[in-house]
């Protein structure tokens, strides 16, 4: 299923690091951006979470929460979290249903091979559930402050 800006952000529910349930809803009257990344402790995704976790007070300061989401388990998350010192939201969604639902769990070939997988994305959801940003197939170098700088002109008059 493929997103569209302007549609709402389909409701999930997923369990953070403690095994605490999560859902989309617990974020009515915040901005929210979820974003769906490959895997745990991977250069990228690591970069990435890091970049983030560097930026939280400020997308914090604009009423705005950080949500990632992958196919790892919680205990992963938990490693991920220690190692790293992350203070973002991590999610597990072991049977990558949340990212069927919103579109990003597709074929992908490296080296020869096809297989299924996460295509690195991010959604950018407004106060009321609307997703009014969408990155797709996201380079990690920079992301962070794209999406922030996008979170802040949609809040600057």
């Known amino acids: 299923m493929k997103m569209n800006i302007g549609q709402s952000a389909p409701e999930f529910t ?10 989309l809803s617990n974020f009515i009257g915040q901005w929210l951006v979820l974003y769906f990344y490959p895997k745990d402790l991977t250069p990228g995704c690591t ?14 300061a604009l009423n705005t929460q950080i949500v990632g989401i992958s196919p790892d388990s919680i205990e ?20 990558h249903q949340i990212a069927e639902t919103y579109g990003v769990w597709q074929l992908k070939k490296f080296m020869g091979k096809e297989y299924m997988g996460i295509i690195r994305s991010t959604f950018l959801i407004d106060p009321d559930g609307k997703i009014v940003q969408i990155w797709s197939k996201v380079k990690v170098k920079n992301h962070a402050e794209i999406v922030l700088q996008q979170v802040r002109s949609l809040l600057t008059p």
């Open 47 to 60: 970069t990435q979470a890091i970049d983030f976790t560097s930026q939280l007070s400020q997308f914090q």
């Open 14 to 23: 997923a369990l953070d690091r403690d095994g605490k349930s999560t859902q």
């Open 76 to 95: 992963s998350h938990d490693k991920f979290i220690k190692k790293h010192n992350l203070a973002i939201s991590l999610l597990s969604d072991r049977e």
